[in-house]
């Protein structure tokens, strides 16, 4: 029996251990490495000089509209792809004729079939003076700027990270009980009552997957700021690249980073208690 149950946690340990070793080697050493510059100094040169200080925490103040525009940009761009997503979600999965539904989901995957960097740039050329702006001085609306704004950072959040928002309510709105539907009809219940007490309270953790994956991948985000915002706009990203790439300036680039892997662990352990308290409810309403 001991001899089975070692072999066993063996052969467990074995298949784990590839996994594990990349997770120590690409995600736990390279965090390490980034806390302890992030409490190091700044060489005369560039780059990291051994230290002990907090003075680069205490500087994160100086990165104030990075942060703000992150802060503020990343939730509106994640619910404005859950307001999106929802709705396509929800006819995929409750209304879509079911020969046509694989071909449905097949066309929300495709944009991912070609670069973010080719999507953007496309839509810089829409957003640009020979795009939209030149369509409506056509019709006589001139001076009409979108691109390196804040709408247009925002438009491109959403047309880049919609998939990742549709998919997780689809799993959940297809796993549905339709039988719990019929019963909300058949007890009264309004349409609206049915799809606020049932569909969507059912639905939220698949919600909440959604928007914590979309709202974690915006903290980090670089390339669409970059582009559609021309600089105006800027993101905890393009601080990170200043600091590290430009400025050299390792230990404050450091603390950045690490204060953005502490909101993001802070934006999962929030959307996972909400998703496990809804979906650990036992009690739908049906009127």
Known sequence: MHGNRFRHNFLTALLLAPATAWLVVFLVLPFIAIAVFSVGERAPEGGYQAAFTFAQYANLPARATAFWNTMVLAPVGALACLLVAYPVAYYLALRAPQRWRLILLALVVIPFWTSLLMRTYAWMYILGGRGIPALLAFVGIEDVRLINTPGAVLLGIVYGYLPLMILPIYVSLERLDRRLL????????????TFLGVTLKLSLPGVMTGFSLVMILLLGEYLIPTLLGGGKVFFIGNAL??????????????????????????????ANRISTRVSGARRVDLI
Do not use: H, K, Y
């Open 182 to 193: 019929e019963a909300s009809a058949d007890l009264g219940a309004t349409p609206l009552s």
């Open 241 to 270: 690249v200043d600091l590290f790439l430009q400025s050299r300036n390792w230990p404050f680039g450091s603390a950045i980073a690490i204060t953005l892997v502490l909101v993001s662990v802070v934006v999962l352990i929030v």
